[in-house]
């Protein structure tokens, strides 16, 4: 089980220039990559999206790269002509607003086409860099996630044991459903008619009738079902997240189908602290793939 946060980093250094890779992970409910990276190393973002996807199901993953070049190969040129044309249009300027026009060489620096930069960008000369610092970002980048998912599935396994006592006790107060139908019918008869008038073979119909209308068998045994199949999840090595989710909402309807049909209030104490669980569950489920 992986936690969709997580943190990497990893940096190279070398005479002709320093780069640094960073990853951080955030909740989100599909995988979206967010790139921050200089513009000579934007031709490898698709490369970038490849490697995360191999560690990475779902979740926010912002990746920046950081390059800084220490050797500057760029050549500076002037383009002469370009000066003389707009200096002869300054000329004009005067000539026409019959008012002198002051200038500086920054004004000419300022201009388009008249200094221009070439230097070398070659950006595969940062590839085998780029792919060391992030492989070894993206190994942080995993084990953080591990060691978050594993603190995750303890306690997705805890609240999941908790779960599944409160269904145990709810079981075994379901026997006593019987005894108590049969005792209120036994009052009732006794309030309105007397102990003498009882017609033991209606009273038994009676309290049949009670028990399949609100017999939560059913919904006991989907819930254990439901369990198992949580339990599973939480040892499988796949991304199990949404799957945990839904799995939520089903043992969620069983338990509010049990507690509307329950008649004992010590049932409905039960279903109250299961509602809880399974809120807290969901809650967890949020972090993780």
Known sequence: MKSMTGYGYACHSSDGFQLEVEIKGYNNRYLEIQHNMSYLLSPFEAMVDE???????????????????LENSAEVNVDLAAVKKYVEAFRRIEETAEYPVSLTAADFLSLDGVVTTTGE?????????????????????????????????????????????????????????????????????????????????????????????????????????????????????????????????????????????????EVNLETVSMKDHIENIREQIRNIE
């Open 121 to 265: 960008r070659n950006s595969e000369l940062y590839r085998p860099a780029l792919e060391e610092c992030l492989d070894m970002a993206l190994l942080q980048f995993e084990e953080a996630k591990l060691r978050e998912g594993e603190s995750t599935r303890r306690d997705l396994e805890r609240l999941g044991l908790a779960l599944q006592e409160c269904n145990d006790r709810i079981g075994g107060l379901v026997d006593g459903l019987e005894d108590y139908f049969r005792n209120l019918l036994v009052s009732k008869y006794n309030e309105l008619m007397g102990s003498d008038r009882i017609d033991q073979d209606r009273m038994l119909q009676e309290v049949g009738s009670l028990l399949v209308k609100y017999s939560i068998n059913e919904e006991q045994n989907r819930l254990r079902t439901h369990l198992r199949e949580y339990f599973r999840l939480l040892d499988s090595p796949e991304p199990v997240g949404k799957r945990l989710d839904f799995l939520c909402q089903e043992m969620n309807r069983e338990v509010n189908t049990t507690a509307s049909k329950s008649q004992l209030a």
């Open 51 to 69: 490697k995360i996807a191999k560690v990475a199901f779902r979740g926010k993953v912002d990746v920046s790269a950081r390059l800084k070049v």
